[in-house]
């Protein structure tokens, strides 16, 4: 069988499988004891990003420990702010941040032009991924979405309130609306270049939409990711790649898809599967949306949860089984075990 026979690309050309293809987000990361054992050899995780063949290793964990359907390149959505010397690190215990985050009009005026080289260990980890995955199992490229990515460089790291950022957009939006347009422009370049090193289909992730109204998510976040959507299926390489956009919780129901050109539409858990099921039927490929939190609950409230997902997504062309958002690092491998042969059963 070849990658393109296999369940999670005929998924997401709409084409029906026996079972649905599995796989999920953050699958390789701080969860496994496996990972948490390299993760310890290095004090700095994006030091860990920069090395291609532990990464590559990194990427088959979960492969491994599950029999996943998809494989997710091992890197992280900042490796593309920081090649514009924002100076990303990761402090123990506190998640990513950056050193200087933008912080007025003329840091945005004067940013290094974006040189898609500078991400090299990332195109490295993409070959050396291909190189030791079974043959037909497809890998999934991805990136931040622009808006996601700009809210990230403002803050400087994650927060509950991104009030920095809030307070930007509203006293220098040409300047955000610049800055989207740059990273656009390189999210392009990066994905145009994972592809070319390999990989088989590619995920948009917009993780912070949710801090939005619905008048600023259409004109910070959608908009901005459809003119990356247009540039990959404009683009000779890239054209005929698949793409998923995930979008977190924004306002406005995503299963209204507000994106032309794309293929597959990754649920947040707090979208109505149902309606979803119902909105999208032979148009588009759905992935998701179990709540990441029922992995924290007893054998048999996972089994029922995911039954009920099974159940509503029977016969539906383009099913891709996955979490609602990523997988916290307290839940138990076990549990995902649990999952998996619940689905597959
Ligand atoms: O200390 C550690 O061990 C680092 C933990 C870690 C890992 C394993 C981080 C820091 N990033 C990653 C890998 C990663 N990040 C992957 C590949 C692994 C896989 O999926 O199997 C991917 C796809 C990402 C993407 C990512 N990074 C997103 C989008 C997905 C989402 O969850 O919404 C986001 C928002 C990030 C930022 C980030 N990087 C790391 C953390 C802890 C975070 C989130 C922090 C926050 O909530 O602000």
Redesign the pocket.
């Known amino acids: 069988m070849s990658v393109n026979e296999s369940s999670f690309l005929s998924a997401l050309n709409l084409e029906p499988t026996s079972k649905p293809p599995i796989w ?7 969860y496994l004891p496996e ?1 948490q054992i390299i ?1 310890k050899n290095y004090k700095n ?1 994006l030091d ?1 990003c920069k090395e291609p063949i532990t990464c590559a290793e ?2 088959l964990q ?1 492969i491994e420990r599950y029999e996943l359907d998809a494989s ?7 490796t593309v702010p920081d090649a514009f010397n924002l100076g990303l690190y ?1 402090a ?1 215990g506190e ?2 941040r950056f050193q200087n985050p933008i912080s007025s009009k003329k840091h945005v005026d004067d940013l290094n032009k974006f040189d898609v080289n500078d991400l090299s260990y990332v195109f490295k980890t993409v070959e050396e991924t291909k190189k030791i995955l079974p043959h037909n199992l497809p890998l999934i490229g ?1 990136c ?1 979405s622009p808006w ?1 990515l700009v809210a ?1 460089s403002i803050e400087g ?3 509950k309130t991104f009030h920095k950022t809030k307070k930007f957009m509203i006293e220098n939006e040409a300047s955000i609306l610049k800055l989207l347009e740059v990273y656009t422009n390189a999210c392009f370049e990066y994905l145009k270049q994972q592809v070319m090193s390999g990989v088989n289909a590619l ?1 948009i ?1 917009d ?2 939409a949710d801090l939005l109204d619905a008048s600023q998510l259409r004109k910070f976040s959608f908009s901005y990711t459809q003119k990356l959507i247009d540039l990959l299926k404009h683009d000779e390489i890239t054209k005929d790649i698949p793409l998923i956009v ?1 979008e ?1 919780n924004p306002i406005l129901p995503f299963s209204d898809n507000p994106f032309k050109n794309i293929q597959c539409l990754s649920l947040h858990f707090t979208e109505n599967l149902k309606n979803s099921r119902d909105k999208l039927l032979n148009k588009y490929a759905i992935q998701g949306n179990l709540d990441p939190k029922i992995l924290l609950l007893s054998e048999k409230e996972i089994i029922t949860e995911v039954r009920k997902i099974c159940n509503t997504m029977q016969d539906y062309p383009g099913y891709v089984f996955n979490l609602g ?2 997988i916290t690092p307290d839940i138990n491998p076990e549990n995902i075990k649990l999952m998996i042969k619940a689905i597959r059963d």
């Open positions: 999920l987000m953050r699958q390789a990361g701080r990972y993760r995780f860990m990194l990427a979960p997710i390149l091992f890197s992280d959505i900042l990761f123990e998640g990513p991805f931040g996601t990230y790291s994650g927060s995920q992730f993780s912070w995930f977190k958002h990523g």
